[in-house]
């Protein structure tokens, strides 16, 4: 599956200096909406995630191909060219393809990219029109701007990891990648932001981004909580802070999550469970006695739960307005009608496969007028070197060679 069709940053040129995961989720949605990404790796090895593997993607035959899933999952609709940025002559050709690019995106550890003449303070003399995008773990100023990071360390340092598990369990860090993720969306956001204000005024800016600073940013009512009573909020497992029951709950068979969120939809839930008695107690008769008595409530509406089946509460509850789902390993997630019928599951054609189709997590942005487009599959390393190096910058492939010779890309 492929789609030239334009999208709203169609004519964006973005020269991507990311890698891992915070950046290229940033720079991958950029690519969606239309922009021209140019992915710049190191020769030789390229981003550290073509071997986070296995898995790797599937070839015809059903035998690994060459591409990492982890790679593959955030680098769509971007054009790959290698290039040596501690080489000389490889920072002159970036800043060249820098003279041709409107955002500049990268997730260098602090003060790595000044030591190549690569830095903001250099490129905004140069280039004021520049939108420049830092993403780092602890962003360029403070006391830790120096360090360098990664997920988990920030879920552990952004305090998610202590509302996160058990209650008498070990704090636990969210499945995915969370840190980096919410990361890149800020800087998305950022970035449209700034590009907007390049588009009045022709000025660029540098955007600086911290892992740790989005981290603290999306503990949203939880660090709210904090806040407003001083107190580190407990873990609690799979219950809400704030509303109860909001959880898992036990059938007879299996589990599902149940979310009652205000009292009226709590009545609807003791005439579907045939407790009307419930009402009647004060402890379960009000969102804040319920969640004042939270064990009391959680051990009287597990017994009711584990009377019937899954499918009879979902049924049930469902015709009742009452929100309530089935519990899904990616399986379940992936074949749902409903992610089907949103297209949440792409195909693209890639070399590596031999022909068989890669199977790829669709974008969740969906625009009337200028919706997102497919156009490229994640890339070869330095599969498009000669390609943009002779577009961009006009090199034939006999210098091409000779820079690959040298070792510049």
């Not at 970035?191 to 800016?205: D, K, M, N, P, V």
């Not at 909580?225 to 580190?232: D, E, P, Q, Y």
Request: proline content about 7%; aromatic content about 6%; glycine content about 10%.
């Amino acid at each position: 599956m492929t789609d030239s069709s334009p999208g709203p940053l169609d004519g964006l040129v973005v020269f991507d200096l990311t890698r891992i995961l915070a950046g290229p989720s940033c720079t991958q949605i950029l690519g969606d909406l239309g922009a021209e990404v140019i992915k710049v790796e190191r020769p030789g090895a390229g981003d550290d995630t073509r071997n986070f593997a296995p898995p790797y993607l599937s070839g015809v035959d059903g035998s690994d191909s060459s591409e990492s899933a982890y790679f593959v999952g955030a680098n769509r609709n971007k054009r790959s060219i290698t290039l040596n940025l501690s080489d000389p002559e490889g920072q002159a050709i970036a800043r060249r393809l820098i003279t041709r690019s409107d955002v500049l995106v990268e997730n260098f550890k602090t003060g790595t990219l000044s030591r190549y003449g690569l830095g903001y303070d250099v490129l905004h003399e140069e280039f004021p029109g520049l939108v420049y995008c830092s993403i780092t773990g602890f962003g360029h100023t403070g006391p830790y701007a120096d360090r360098p990071a990664y997920d988990a360390l920030i879920q552990a340092m952004g305090g998610v990891m202590s509302l996160t598990g058990e209650p008498a369990g070990e704090p636990m860090k969210v499945g995915v990648s969370i840190a980096d993720l919410m990361s890149g969306m800020y800087a998305t956001v950022a970035i449209l932001a700034a590009i907007r204000h390049q588009q009045r005024t022709g000025e660029g800016q540098h955007l600086d981004i911290s892992m740790l600073d989005a981290h603290v940013a999306w503990l949203a009512n939880q660090g709210m909580n904090h806040l407003a009573t001083g107190k580190n909020p407990p873990r609690l497992g799979n219950q809400h802070p704030n509303i109860v029951p909001y959880q898992v709950m036990p059938s007879a068979n299996g589990y599902f999550v149940l979310s009652v969120g205000n009292d009226p939809t709590f009545e609807r839930f003791c005439e579907v469970a045939s407790t009307p008695e419930l009402l009647e107690d004060p402890r379960f008769a009000t969102t804040v006695e319920r969640v004042r008595n939270r064990d009391v409530v959680t051990e009287r509406l597990n017994a009711v739960t584990r009377g019937q089946t899954t499918d009879w509460w979902i049924e049930r509850l469902e015709a009742a307005k009452i929100g309530c789902g089935r519990i899904n390993g990616l399986a379940e997630v992936f074949s749902d009608p409903q992610v089907v019928a949103r297209e949440m599951v792409v195909e693209m054609d890639h070399p590596a496969t031999g022909g068989r189709p890669a199977k790829l997590i669709g974008s969740p942005l969906r625009l009337s007028e200028t919706p997102v487009s497919y156009r490229r599959p994640p890339p070869l390393l330095g599969e498009h070197t000669e390609e943009v190096l002779g577009e961009m910058l006009g090199m034939g492939l006999e210098e091409v060679a000779r820079l690959r010779e040298a070792g510049v890309v």
